[in-house]
């Protein structure tokens, strides 16, 4: 019952997921709402499927793969917004 | 039934970040839309394997997940070089 509830509540993360990278005017914004919201919607949906199987192999496999992206999601995000700000995009706009 | 409901919109998810991809101005709005591309894609992997239960399609995911991080990684330090004149 509970995977199913966070199954759900998982949808509403990705769909702000998705919004996010279209709204936003700024590019790292965009960035940091877009990889912030995809981690979470990842954990919620791991979550839920390791709720989901129980105790199995499927449930260590699931576990790793939960340890694995949430070291290594904001990390890639990192590396992105460093390389962005030293090609020498602006921090902030001088239109807004 | 739920979890196909959730492929589903996973695969609309996707799309949007594709059309991202596209549409993005700058070159990091590409990467990043690549980044996110292959965190969904290892979530829906494991989606399905746990939907199969076929424990095999996980070893995917992790081995999936490893590759898109290295991709990045890499990818952004090209950019960081100012690709190839070298």
Do not use: C
Not at chain 1, 1 to 8: D, G, K, Q, R, T
Not at chain 1, 45 to 71: H, N
Request: no cysteine; proline share 2%.
């Amino acid at each position: 019952m509970i995977s199913n509830l966070l199954l759900v509540l998982s949808w509403i993360f990705i769909l702000f997921g998705v919004i996010g990278i279209f709204r936003f005017k700024n590019m790292y914004a965009r960035l940091l709402t877009s990889s912030k919201i995809d981690t979470v919607a990842f954990i919620t949906i791991i979550f839920a499927l390791i709720l989901r199987t129980g105790f199995s192999d499927l449930t260590i496999r699931l576990v790793l793969i939960l340890i694995f992206i949430l070291m290594t999601g904001p990390i890639s995000s990192h590396v992105i917004a460093r390389s962005a700000y030293l090609n020498g995009i602006p921090l902030k706009e001088d239109d807004k | 039934m739920l979890i196909r409901a959730t492929m589903g919109l996973l695969i609309l998810a996707m799309i949007a970040v594709l059309v991202k991809m596209l549409k993005g101005p700058t070159i990091w709005d590409r990467l990043m839309s690549l980044n996110l591309f292959s965190v969904k894609i290892t979530l829906l992997i494991s989606l399905y394997g746990v939907y199969t239960d076929n424990s095999m399609l996980l070893d995917v995911a992790i081995s999936y997940a490893v590759i898109g991080f290295l991709t990045i990684t890499l990818l952004s330090r090209f950019i960081l070089r100012g690709g190839r004149q070298k």
